[in-house]
């Protein structure tokens, strides 16, 4: 059973930029995918974007493509979410969650990251406000 501890939330002004990290440990495969989803207040949680580990592929929901980016650096173990052009409406709980993921399914695309989230960070606070 793998770790995952997400960093680089805080408080940010509308229009700003913050980069949040997602550092996996204990993984024993690449065969899984980590997301990132949100969480507003009184609002349902929200899956934002995924990266399969073994091929690279990503996919992102139409409302932040443009906006935030997911990326990762192999050598660290570590997933990324750029975001980009922070608006109020953005602020939220961020988390990351890491699921058994089988390349032959498919491109993250393809699949639209459906897969079942089973690791879980503990959430990292995202605030827009001026």
């Known amino acids: 059973q793998g770790q995952l501890v997400e960093s680089g939330g805080g408080l940010v002004q509308p229009g700003g930029s913050l980069r949040l990290s997602c550092a996996a440990s204990?993984?024993?495969?690449?065969?899984?995918?980590i997301a990132w989803f949100r969480q507003a207040p009184g609002k349902e949680r929200e899956g934002i974007s995924c990266?399969?580990?073994?091929?690279?592929?990503?996919y992102s929901i139409d409302s932040v493509k443009g906006r935030f980016t997911i990326s990762r650096d192999n050598a660290k173990n570590t997933v990324y979410l750029q975001l980009e052009s922070l608006q109020p409406e953005d602020t939220a709980v961020y988390s990351c969650?890491?699921?058994?993921?089988?390349?032959?399914?498919?491109?993250?695309?393809?699949?639209?990251?459906?897969?079942?989230?089973?690791?879980w960070g503990q959430g990292t606070q995202v605030t827009v406000s001026s």
């Open positions: 204990g993984f024993t495969s690449d065969n899984y995918a």
């Open positions: 969650a890491a699921g058994f993921y089988d390349a032959d399914w498919g491109t993250a695309s393809s699949i639209q990251c459906k897969v079942s989230y089973t690791v």
């Open positions: 990266l399969s580990i073994s091929d690279g592929s990503t």
